[in-house]
C-alpha cells in the first residue's frame, strides 16, 4: 500500500512494500511513484497520474502494468486505486500487488489445455 500526493510524491507506505519493491521504507518516502516502474513507462504516466487526479477514474484498466525494484528487475503488477479527499487536496492510495505467480500459473493451464487439445 502506498499512498501519493497530486505531484506523485509517495507519502505513506506499508512495510510490505519493502518486500515487494525492495526499498526501506526511510528511503521510498518522498520518492515519485514514477520511480517503483520501469523507465520506459515513466513519461507517459506522469500524464495519466495528473489526468487521474483531475478527474479521479479508472486507470490502468486492461493494460499490463510492471513495478521496479530497486535493484532494477521489473514483475508484473495489478493495482488498485482509491482517492482520498483531503480538503482541496486529493490523495491517492495505491494497493499494489505482485501477480507474477497468478501470472505463471494461468500459463500453465494454457499449456496443459493445449497439450489435451492437441492429444485427442
Known amino acids: 500500500m502506498l499512498v501519493i500526493d497530486a505531484s506523485g510524491t509517495i507519502r505513506f507506505t506499508n ?31 506522469i500524464g495519466h497520474r495528473e489526468h487521474y487526479t483531475n478527474n479521479v477514474r479508472p486507470m490502468g484498466v486492461g493494460l499490463e502494468l510492471y513495478g521496479r525494484r530497486k535493484n532494477g528487475t521489473e514483475f508484473p503488477v495489478e493495482i488498485s486505486l482509491s482517492p482520498i479527499e483531503d480538503g482541496d487536496h486529493v490523495l491517492v492510495a495505491a494497493a499494489i500487488r505482485d501477480v507474477t505467480d497468478r501470472q505463471r500459473v494461468q500459463a500453465q493451464l494454457v499449456l496443459t489445455r493445449e497439450s489435451a487439445e492437441h492429444a485427442r
Not at 518516502?29 to 507517459?44: A, K, V, W
Open 15 to 45: 512495510r510490505q512494500v519493502f518486500a515487494l519493491f525492495g526499498y526501506p521504507h526511510d528511503e521510498i518516502i518522498g520518492l515519485s511513484i514514477e520511480h517503483l516502474m520501469p523507465e520506459r513507462f515513466r513519461t507517459r504516466h
